[in-house]
């Protein structure tokens, strides 16, 4: 088949290399000059299997209250002016009861799982290098009551097989030794051995190399402007007066993909906006030596070889990339607060980034009501980590082989209450 992907971030790169593994012919397009450049640039650096938790759960709304008084807050929310902002955030909201945070995270952790399987096997077949590391994820709690709350997390891991190890301060202190200074801050963490970190741009481009290696077309520098229809089913997309034909059409285009589809098809994906810094490190003996999450400000401290990458922020505030000088802060602090003097003090780039997010936190993948066009978006704040597995679950679908996970309930269709165009675990494709 000669199928089109909309969008080079590393969603839309693994999509196409697992399309043209499967032997499909494929064209990639995307408005920047070259690979993962813009929510895939530079986010946090941790492909955290075992943490992937749905953004809304119980106790959150209240959470959300307390944070708009606070000094550093993890999330802020200023009107849009949109409706599309209302009903987001309504349907959120809705998310956040027991029963639909345990249902979202266990899809969560199936294809979080599945794409360490995927990963893993992409790096046997292709000896990718990203920076990446093997070294686990350590959630860092302040208080208690964080503690108590990460019962429930351990419940679901548990039920998923996923490792994981409550740590006491010592512990910390042993699994993260650039940790000694600031140990005494902390009750305890909860670590996922099985977790990696790793260069999200870095391996978006050399996965790229590598598809074009394989036969795939990237078409930069060209932006896209509408699908074309008839009868229900794509018939091109469209780009300035040129029209793109193709059998198959995989949208990718992360927080962009609600607005491509307007008056089409209407998807919950919301640009939840965040930021990173970008450090150089002085002290190695002081650096993190993978993953550090700071649970108090919802914060993310990644070693690469010689970097810092410290992320984190969640704004409900529309299509706006301007840089907060007050959240460069907040992240410079909570580096230098877990660990004093591993960063070469002014030397960082300062990024943001639009993070596609579904209200229930689980990305959307698999066909449409509309003929020939296929979603794989809405990955939110874990797109890094369930990229190889969300593309390689897709190209499953479109190519009508069994697929490996269960995934009726991961289409578009959960919103519209059918998923009768979707596949069971093993099933084939009918889309
Ligand atoms: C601060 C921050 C920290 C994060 N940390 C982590 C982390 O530690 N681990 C993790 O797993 N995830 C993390 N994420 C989330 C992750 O970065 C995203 O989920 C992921 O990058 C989304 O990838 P994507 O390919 O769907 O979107 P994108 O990377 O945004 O790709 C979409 C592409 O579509 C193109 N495009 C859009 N519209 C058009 C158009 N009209 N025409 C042509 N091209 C178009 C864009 O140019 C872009 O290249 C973080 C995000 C942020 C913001």
Same mark, same amino acid.
């Given at each position: 088949m000669k199928i089109t992907v909309l969008g080079a971030g590393v969603v839309g790169i693994t999509t196409a290399y697992y399309l043209a593994r499967a032997g499909h012919e494929v064209d990639v397009y995307d408005r920047q000059s070259g690979p993962a450049l813009e929510t895939s640039f530079a986010n946090a650096g941790q492909i955290s299997f075992g943490y992937s938790s749905p953004w809304a759960a119980p106790g959150i709304p209240m959470k959300a209250i307390k944070w708009m008084f606070a000094e550093h807050p993890p999330l802020t929310i200023r009107p849009d002016g949109t409706l599309t902002q209302l009903r987001w955030m309504l349907q959120m909201w809705r998310n956040c009861t027991a029963s639909r945070y345990a249902v979202n995270k266990e899809r969560l952790l199936r294809i979080s799982n599945y794409s360490r399987q995927c990963l893993e096997q992409l790096r046997e077949e292709t000896g990718i290098q990203y920076e990446g590391r093997r070294q686990g994820t350590v959630q860092l709690f302040r208080t208690q009551q964080q503690l108590d709350a990460a019962g429930r997390d351990m419940l679901a891991l548990g039920e998923a097989g996923i490792r994981y190890e409550l740590l006491s301060p010592a512990d910390l202190v042993k699994a993260e030794p650039g940790l000694a200074a600031s140990a005494h801050k902390f009750v305890g963490g909860l670590r996922t051995p099985d977790d990696e970190t790793g260069d999200c741009h870095l391996f978006s481009t050399r996965l790229a190399e590598i598809a074009r290696n394989m036969g795939v077309r990237f078409h930069y520098d060209t932006p896209l402007d509408a699908l074309e229809t008839q009868g229900g089913t794509v018939t091109a997309v469209r780009s300035g007066n040129r029209r793109l034909e193709?059998?198959?059409? &995989?949208?990718?285009?992360?927080?962009?993909?609600?607005? $491509?589809?307007?008056?089409?098809?209407?998807?919950? &994906?919301?640009?939840?906006? @965040?930021?990173?810094?970008?450090?150089?490190?002085?002290?190695?003996?002081?650096?993190?030596?993978?993953?550090?999450? #700071?649970?108090?400000?919802?914060?993310?401290?990644?070693? $690469?070889?010689?970097?810092?990458?410290?992320?984190?922020?969640?704004?409900?505030?529309?299509?706006?990339?301007?840089?907060?000088?007050?959240?460069?802060?907040? %992240?410079?602090? &909570? &580096?230098? #607060?877990?660990?004093?003097?591993?960063?070469?003090?002014? #030397?960082?780039? $300062?990024?943001?980034? %639009?993070?596609?997010?579904?209200? #229930?936190?689980?990305?959307?993948? @698999?066909?449409?009501p509309i003929g020939k066009l296929y979603l794989n978006t809405g990955h939110g704040t874990l797109g890094w980590t369930m990229s190889c597995g969300s593309g390689r679950l897709l190209a499953d679908i479109i190519s009508g082989r069994a697929t490996e996970i269960r995934s009726n309930d991961l289409s578009v269709h959960r919103y519209y209450g059918s998923a009768a165009a979707d596949t069971v675990a093993g099933a084939t494709a009918t889309a």
């Open positions: 193709a059998d198959a059409y &995989v949208l990718a285009l992360g927080s962009w993909s609600s607005r $491509f589809l307007k008056g089409l098809l209407r998807i919950p &994906v919301y640009p939840l906006k @965040g930021y990173s810094i970008t450090a150089a490190i002085a002290d190695a003996t002081r650096a993190p030596s993978s993953t550090l999450l #700071d649970e108090t400000y919802k914060v993310a401290v990644t070693r $690469f070889e010689d970097r810092i990458r410290v992320g984190g922020m969640a704004e409900v505030v529309g299509y706006d990339t301007r840089l907060d000088p007050r959240r460069q802060a907040t %992240l410079e602090m &909570v &580096v230098d #607060d877990l660990f004093p003097g591993a960063r070469k003090p002014g #030397d960082v780039a $300062f990024w943001t980034g %639009l993070r596609p997010k579904t209200p #229930d936190s689980t990305p959307i993948i @698999g066909a449409t």
